[in-house]
């Protein structure tokens, strides 16, 4: 049985730059791939997924085993597609490229094990652009499995084929988003689809087609090789399995662990990140990536999973913390996310394309002491234009948690600078 606590890096070792095709094969790799193919049919490895509760770990949480049977498998001969999205862009997050260069076969594992639950025979794998040494190593992976048997041409002498191409994007945070990505790999501007059609059965070139998380898809060969019950035993509250947790911002130990779905977040942040720098306190913390609306230190012991924090008033997102100090102004971090946001939109609906400029706007107006009360109601009015639902996509409902989170718990900064007082935090940072 491999390492009960953390099957996503046992191996990932200080000693070892990388876990290679042996290593892998010696903690039990492709045992997963080798019991799915030969003992499961692909309906029943959708269900293992389904029961083991795996959700997605890309931020929106959708239940992977759910996705994978809404493809359609009546037509033998019908073309299908499996995408992996390695399009890590948002400011904060950085697990899958831990994942991708530490261990890529056990991306690869998971990967041909879902294409086999949908019946897919061509895989890509859609990597960010500035991931240069995840893609050597992701190259170098493929030729392995290729070389071994567990790609190819009858994978494990079964009548089950498939090829993985490995794909580096050009760069833009809106690959992210699954039709967007589908249209970029398809050779089109990044621009994202209406939905219906759902991409599970009108994607990749109009075919049936999944798109999974990298981390997602890392935790498949370990539910397939342990079973069920083994998986849902790792979670500590409503959701299964184990996840990347990480911090970044000023505290002791910034960085990346695996642990148990439903760890408190007090605990991430004090005891595997050091807790605070001296110097420094705690003001907040954005709980899942750049897209999240910003917490309080009353909130440290919500524990995280998707509706324990949603509960509170945010989401988990990618499960990466970014931590706001004393020392650090709310109203510039906002001003910053959103010049990230404003420039990565596609421009393809008006809220997005002509709200997050505006938006960007308002905020320096603010910052440079040209601002004026009722900006305040207009930021916050901008936020609701660009809620979900007013969108073609998520990009700008999750630019605006941020700021709408900024203007309910840090409104007396906003007022600071717009009454010409340098706010609290500032002034600190300037002593």
């Known amino acids: 049985m491999e390492n009960m606590d953390k099957p996503l890096t046992q191996n990932i070792q200080p000693d070892r730059v990388f876990a290679t095709l042996a290593d892998y094969e010696r903690t039990g790799g492709y045992q997963g791939l080798r019991k799915a193919i030969a003992e499961l049919p692909p309906k029943e490895v959708q269900q ?44 904060g997050t950085f697990k899958d490229r831990f994942l991708l260069e530490k261990d890529p076969h056990q991306l690869i594992e998971g990967t ?69 990505l589908i249209n970029s790999l398809e050779g089109k501007r990044a621009n994202p689809r209406t939905k219906p059609p759902f991409a599970v059965v009108s994607g990749l070139w109009g075919k049936p087609t999944v798109v999974n998380n990298v981390e997602t898809l890392c935790n498949v060969p370990h539910i397939l ?18 996840k990347l947790f990480g911090v970044s911002g000023r505290v002791r130990r910034p960085g990346s662990w695996e642990l148990p779905m439903g760890t408190p977040i007090r605990e991430i942040v004090e005891e595997h990140a ?20 910003f917490l309080l230190p009353e909130h440290l012991d919500v524990r995280m999973d998707y509706d324990a924090v949603a509960k509170v008033g945010s989401r988990m ?30 421009g393809w609906c008006t809220p997005c394309r002509d709200g997050l400029p505006w938006t960007v706007t308002l905020l320096q107006d603010i910052v440079e002491g040209r601002g004026r009360m009722e900006d305040l109601d207009t930021l916050s009015r901008l936020t609701g234009m660009m809620a979900l639902g007013n969108t073609f996509c ?38």
Not at 274 to 293: E, I, K, Q, V, Y
């Open 48 to 91: 293992w997924v389904k029961d083991a509760g795996l959700r997605g770990r890309g931020g929106s949480g959708f239940p992977a085993g759910v996705k994978w049977s809404l493809v359609p498998l009546d037509d033998a001969h019908q073309t299908r597609y499996l995408i992996v999205n390695g399009d890590e862009m948002e400011p």
């Open 112 to 180: 041909i094990i879902a294409a086999y639950a949908i019946q897919a025979q061509t895989a890509y794998i859609f990597l960010r652009g500035e991931y240069h040494l995840a893609a050597y190593r992701l190259k170098q992976a493929l030729q392995e499995a290729h070389a071994n048997g567990y790609l190819g041409e009858h994978i494990l002498n079964s009548d089950f084929s498939l090829d993985i191409h490995l794909h580096t994007s050009a760069g833009r945070y809106i690959c992210g988003e699954e039709t967007a």
């Open 225 to 242: 090789r342990n079973g069920v019950n083994w998986y849902k035993g790792l979670g500590l509250g409503a959701d299964q399995g184990t």
């Open 274 to 293: 050091g807790g605070m720098r001296d110097g420094f306190s705690l003001r907040a913390f954005l709980p899942g990536g750049a897209s999240t609306d």
């Open 317 to 346: 997102g990618t499960g990466m913390l970014t931590i706001l100090d004393d020392k650090t102004c709310p109203v510039k971090m906002v001003l910053n996310l959103e010049q990230f946001f404003a420039q990565e939109s596609c």
């Open 394 to 431: 998520a990009l700008a409902p999750g630019a605006m948690e941020p700021l709408q989170s900024a203007l309910k718990f840090f409104r007396g900064d906003f007022e600071h600078y717009i009454a010409g007082v340098v706010p609290p935090s500032s002034l600190k940072r300037l002593v």
